[in-house]
């Protein structure tokens, strides 16, 4: 068993809380990513599991196994670096073997282990070459081969694919993601890109000055989110917030949105329904909000804004629009055809609608119904 467990682990530098206070199990075989933005904490984690940083408190269990005070060499752990750290006068072949090499492994069975890593990869026609004599993404693979020839039942990632140019980039992740559910791999996966957090992890676990904020799958942490932060982080674009307040009108409760329009709301849960007359914040994916030419009247329920940028992206047009003083994004299919500085009736469905308490930002009640009611193109 691989499992990976950090209890309450605290990672410090001087006065730099790294790593704070960090609860976080990542099962038998999972792929979890760790996202959040520059500084927040993740490569300092990543480390300190491997054991290149100590940790100033908590423990870090290894398929049940302490590993806390253990050195590198002795947790079986393989690590993957953002620079790609592939030797310049090895060949392709001592690169994938190094690791290999270091623990005295026969001669033999490296040769097997080096030959299966570089086939997984398809880099085996070139285990004779120098790095100098490789693209950027074969070297990226060279460093990959190199972990994964380790076979260790646990690979460390930091930002593996941030030095490939773009296109490169969206190839590898989902080769990656291929081959680490083929060898069955314990993967923690640090990245501050969060389109490779959702299109990669089984789940993420998002980190926001040393503290991991939230763990839930990619759907989880997209649609319900658990604060305003996590919500402006994942998505693009980011989940537009409204400022809200709930009036009771006889036993219904409709929520008063910025620019005064109104959306009713069928069912309420038990959290929501106590907050009449607060300060909230409703948190709405732009793909949640379904444009109306206003004359049309079509599915509008008192929420008018006012159009002012489309952007034809393709597969759908990519709105911005104006209620009062609050910009919001919306997703329309591409051939919907609106005007510049044209008003528009916006149908919000209430029960896609992430709720959260305007002064802490964090999330009220249950989880919003997630997907997107507004066809694909
Ligand atoms: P990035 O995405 O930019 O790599 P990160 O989320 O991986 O960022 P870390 O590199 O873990 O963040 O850094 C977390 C915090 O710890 C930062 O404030 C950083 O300046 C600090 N830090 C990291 N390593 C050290 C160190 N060796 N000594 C002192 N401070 C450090």
């Not at 609860?23 to 984690?45: A, M, R, Y």
């Not at 996590?230 to 219904?252: C, H, Q």
Request: proline share 6%; glycine share 8%.
């Amino acid at each position: 068993m691989a499992e990976i467990r950090l209890e309450r682990v605290s990672t410090i530098f001087g006065k730099v809380r790294a790593v704070d206070d960090v609860e976080l199990t990542i099962n038998h075989q999972e792929f979890v990513v760790l996202l959040g933005p520059s500084g927040c904490g993740k490569t300092t984690l990543l480390r300190s599991v491997a054991g290149l940083e100590s940790i100033h408190s908590g423990r870090i269990l290894l398929g049940g196994r302490e590993v806390t005070d253990l050195p590198p060499r002795k947790r079986d752990i393989a690590m993957v670096f953002q620079s790609y750290a592939v030797f310049p006068h090895l060949t392709v072949f001592e690169n994938i073997a190094f690791g290999l090499r270091m623990k005295r492994i026969q001669s033999a069975e490296v040769k097997r282990r080096v030959e299966s890593a570089a086939e997984l990869l398809h880099i085996g026609e070139f285990l004779q070459r120098h790095p100098a004599q490789l693209s950027g993404g074969q070297r990226q693979r060279v460093a990959v081969a190199r972990a994964i020839a380790m076979e260790s039942g646990v690979i460390l990632m930091d930002e593996p694919l941030s030095n490939l140019d773009a296109l490169l980039r969206v190839e590898m992740r989902a080769e990656l993601k291929r081959l680490l559910r083929e060898i069955k791999a314990t993967t923690i996966y640090v990245t501050h890109d969060q389109v490779e957090a959702l299109s990669m992890g089984d789940r993420i676990a998002v980190m926001r000055a040393g503290k991991v904020v939230q763990v839930g799958n990619p759907l989880e942490v997209y649609s319900a989110p658990a604060d305003r932060f996590v919500g402006s982080f994942i998505g693009d674009p980011p989940m537009n917030f409204l400022t809200a307040e709930l009036e009771r009108d006889g036993g219904r409760l409709t929520a008063v949105v910025a620019g005064g329009g109104r959306i009713p709301l069928d069912e309420p849960s038990a959290e929501l329904a106590e907050r009449v007359g607060e300060g909230l914040v409703a948190g709405i994916r732009a793909e949640n909000i379904e444009v109306a030419r206003q004359a049309a009247d079509a599915p509008g329920n008192g929420v008018v804004a006012r159009c002012l940028v489309v952007e034809p992206l393709g597969s759908h047009n990519l709105l911005t629009l104006a209620l009062g003083d609050t910009r919001l994004k919306a997703i329309t299919r591409p051939d919907y055809d609106v005007a510049p500085d044209e008003d528009v009736a916006l149908h919000i469905d209430a029960r896609r609608i992430r709720w959260l308490d305007s002064e802490s930002g964090l999330a009220i009640g249950p989880p919003p119904q997630a997907g997107s009611p507004v066809p694909p193109a």
